[in-house]
C-alpha cells in the first residue's frame, strides 16, 4: 500500500514539475519578449502561444479516450491489442489535424483580416505567421493522442520530462530569436520547431510503451469504440478553446490589438498557474473510474478530499495574488503597466480558485461516462459568456474582460457542482460542504483587496496560509490509487 501511495505523490510532482519550473523562465522572459516586440507583435504572439496550446481540441476526445481503453487493455492483460487500438486512434487525429492545418493556412489572410485590429504594416507578417503556425497543428494532435497513451502507462515522469523542456522552449526560442529579428515570422517558427521535435520524442515513447510499431491499419471496431466515448470530449474541447479565447478577440476586436498585454499578461500568468489543479486532477482522473463503479460512497470521499485539498493549497496563493497584485505587477512589469494591469488581476485570481474547484466535479463525470453532460453545460455557457463579455468590455472598458471570465467560472463551478448532485443524490451534503468553503475563500480574498496597509495584508496572508497549508498536505498525502 505504501508503493501505491508514493506512486500517487510521484505522479503529481512530476505534473507539478512540468508545468510549474517553466513559469520561473516566463517571470524573467515577459518583459524582456515585450519589450523586444512592441506591444502589438507581443499580442499577437501571445495568441500564437494560446493557440498552439489549443489546437489539441482537434484530437476527437481521443486522447482522453485513449487513455481509459488502453489502461483497460492492461487491466486485463490484453496488452497485444494495444497497438492497434493506439494506431486507430492515430491515423483519425492526424487526418484531422492536417484537414485543420490546411484550412487555417488558407483562411489566414481572412482571420487576420476580419478578427484582429492591427497596423496595416503588420498584417502581411501577422498572416504569414499564421500560416506558420498551421504547420504545428498535425504535431499538436498527435502529442495529444500519445500523451494519453504514456499516461495510461503511468509514464507521468517521461511526458513531463519532455513537457518541461517544451515549456522552457515557449519562451526561450523567441527570447533568442530576438537576437536577429523582431518579426513575428522567425519567433513562430521556434516554436513550431520546438512542437515538430517534442511531438517525435513522444512518439518514441510511446511505441516503446506500447510494446509494437504504431504505424497499423486502424480498425472498425476499436474505432466505433473510441470515438463513441471522445464525440462529448470533442464538443467540451471545441467549445472551450473557443470560450478562452473569446475575451482576447473582442478585446481586439472592440479595443485594439495594443492594449491586450494589459490583460494577457496578467492572464497568461493565472493560466499558467492551472499546472497546480491539473497535475493533482490529471492523476485523480483514473482513480475516480476505477472507485466510482465499485463503492460510489469511497468515490464520494475521495471527491471531498480532492476538493478539500484544492482549496487548502490554492487559498494562500489566490489570496497572495490578489492583495499584493499593485506591488507585484509594479515590480514585475513597471508602474505604468501595474497599475492598469493589477486591478485585472485582483478578478482573475479569484476566477482562478472558481475554476480550479470545478476541475474535481469535471474529472468525475467524465471519468464516470458523463461527459455528455459537461457538453451541454459548456454549450450552455457560451452564449451567456459572449453576451456578458461583450457588455462588461463595453461598460467596463479591458477591465470588463476580466470580470467576465470571473463570472464565467463561477457559472461554471455551480452547474458542474450541481450536476453532480443530480447523477447521485447522495453527493448532495458533499457538494453543499464544498460550495460554503468556496464562499469563505472567496470573501476572504474579496475583502483582502480593500485593505490599505501592507503589514495587515502580510499578515493575513501569512494567517491563512499558516491555517491551509498544513490541511492541504495531510489531505494530499492520504490521498492513494484505487
Given at each position: 500500500m505504501a508503493s501505491k501511495r508514493r506512486s500517487f505523490a510521484h505522479s503529481m510532482a512530476w505534473n507539478l514539475a512540468g508545468a510549474g519550473i517553466p513559469l520561473i523562465l516566463a517571470i524573467y522572459a515577459i518583459p524582456r519578449l515585450l519589450a523586444g516586440y512592441g506591444d502589438a507583435r507581443f499580442g499577437f504572439l501571445t495568441i500564437v502561444w494560446t493557440l498552439i496550446g489549443y489546437f489539441s481540441i482537434f484530437d476527437l476526445g481521443l486522447g482522453r479516450a485513449l487513455t481509459r481503453h488502453v489502461a483497460d487493455k492492461i487491466g486485463r492483460d490484453l496488452h497485444d491489442e494495444i497497438p492497434a487500438v493506439a494506431a486507430t486512434a492515430l491515423v483519425c487525429i492526424g487526418g484531422l489535424g492536417l484537414v485543420t492545418a490546411l484550412l487555417l493556412f488558407g483562411l489566414a489572410p481572412w482571420i487576420v483580416e476580419t478578427f484582429l485590429s492591427l497596423d496595416a504594416r503588420l498584417k502581411p507578417e501577422s498572416v504569414l505567421a499564421m500560416?506558420?503556425?498551421?504547420?504545428?497543428?498535425?504535431?499538436?494532435?498527435?502529442?495529444?493522442?500519445?500523451?494519453?497513451?504514456?499516461?495510461?502507462?503511468?509514464?507521468?515522469?517521461?511526458?513531463?520530462?519532455?513537457?518541461?523542456?517544451?515549456?522552457?522552449?515557449?519562451?526561450?526560442?523567441?527570447?533568442?530569436?530576438?537576437?536577429?529579428?523582431?518579426?513575428?515570422?522567425?519567433?513562430?517558427?521556434?516554436?513550431?520547431?520546438?512542437?515538430?521535435?517534442?511531438?517525435?520524442?513522444?512518439?518514441?515513447?510511446?511505441?516503446?510503451?506500447?510494446?509494437?510499431?504504431?504505424?497499423l491499419m486502424p480498425l472498425r471496431d476499436h474505432a466505433r469504440s473510441l470515438l463513441g466515448y471522445g464525440g462529448w470530449i470533442t464538443i467540451s474541447n471545441l467549445v472551450s478553446p473557443i470560450m478562452a479565447q473569446l475575451d482576447k478577440v473582442l478585446i481586439g476586436a472592440i479595443l485594439a490589438v495594443a492594449v491586450l498585454p494589459i490583460y494577457s499578461v496578467p492572464g497568461d500568468m493565472i493560466n499558467r498557474l492551472s499546472f497546480l489543479p491539473v497535475a493533482m486532477v490529471s492523476v485523480l482522473f483514473p482513480a475516480f473510474a476505477k472507485i466510482w463503479a465499485v463503492d460510489p460512497k469511497a468515490g464520494g470521499a475521495l471527491y471531498s478530499s480532492a476538493s478539500h485539498a484544492l482549496l487548502g493549497a490554492l487559498l494562500p496563493i489566490t489570496l497572495m495574488l490578489s492583495a499584493f497584485a499593485p506591488e507585484g505587477m509594479n515590480a514585475w512589469m513597471g508602474a505604468a503597466f501595474g497599475e492598469q494591469s493589477s486591478p485585472l488581476l485582483r478578478w482573475l485570481a479569484v476566477g482562478f480558485l472558481l475554476n480550479a474547484i470545478a476541475r474535481v466535479p469535471h474529472a468525475l463525470l467524465q471519468s464516470i461516462g458523463r461527459p455528455d453532460i459537461t457538453a451541454k453545460l459548456h454549450l450552455i455557457e457560451l452564449p451567456v459568456f459572449l453576451a456578458a463579455l461583450w457588455a462588461c468590455l463595453q461598460h467596463f472598458g479591458i477591465l470588463g474582460a476580466a470580470i467576465a471570465w470571473t463570472l464565467r467560472m463561477g457559472l461554471d463551478m455551480l452547474?458542474?457542482?450541481?450536476?453532480?448532485?443530480?447523477?447521485?443524490?447522495?453527493?448532495?451534503?458533499?457538494?453543499?460542504?464544498?460550495?460554503?468553503?468556496?464562499?469563505?475563500?472567496?470573501?476572504?480574498?474579496?475583502?483582502?483587496?480593500?485593505?490599505?496597509?501592507?503589514?495587515?495584508?502580510?499578515?493575513?496572508?501569512?494567517?491563512?496560509?499558516?491555517?491551509?497549508?498544513?490541511?492541504?498536505?495531510?489531505?494530499?498525502?492520504?490521498?492513494?490509487?484505487?
Open positions: 500560416r506558420v503556425m498551421a504547420i504545428s497543428i498535425p504535431m499538436v494532435v498527435l502529442s495529444s493522442a500519445l500523451i494519453g497513451l504514456l499516461e495510461a502507462f503511468g509514464r507521468f515522469k517521461e511526458i513531463n520530462i519532455v513537457r518541461l523542456v517544451m515549456g522552457i522552449m515557449n519562451f526561450a526560442a523567441p527570447l533568442a530569436v530576438l537576437h536577429w529579428s523582431n518579426s513575428l515570422v522567425p519567433a513562430t517558427l521556434s516554436l513550431v520547431v520546438t512542437r515538430m521535435v517534442t511531438s517525435f520524442i513522444y512518439w518514441r515513447l510511446a511505441s516503446r510503451s506500447a510494446g509494437g510499431s504504431l504505424l452547474l458542474l457542482q450541481t450536476a453532480v448532485c443530480l447523477v447521485d443524490h447522495a453527493m448532495r451534503a458533499r457538494v453543499l460542504r464544498v460550495l460554503w468553503l468556496v464562499a469563505g475563500a472567496t470573501s476572504i480574498t474579496a475583502i483582502a483587496t480593500f485593505i490599505g496597509p501592507l503589514w495587515i495584508r502580510i499578515l493575513l496572508s501569512l494567517v491563512v496560509a499558516a491555517v491551509c497549508l498544513p490541511v492541504a498536505l495531510r489531505t494530499i498525502l492520504s490521498l492513494k490509487h484505487a
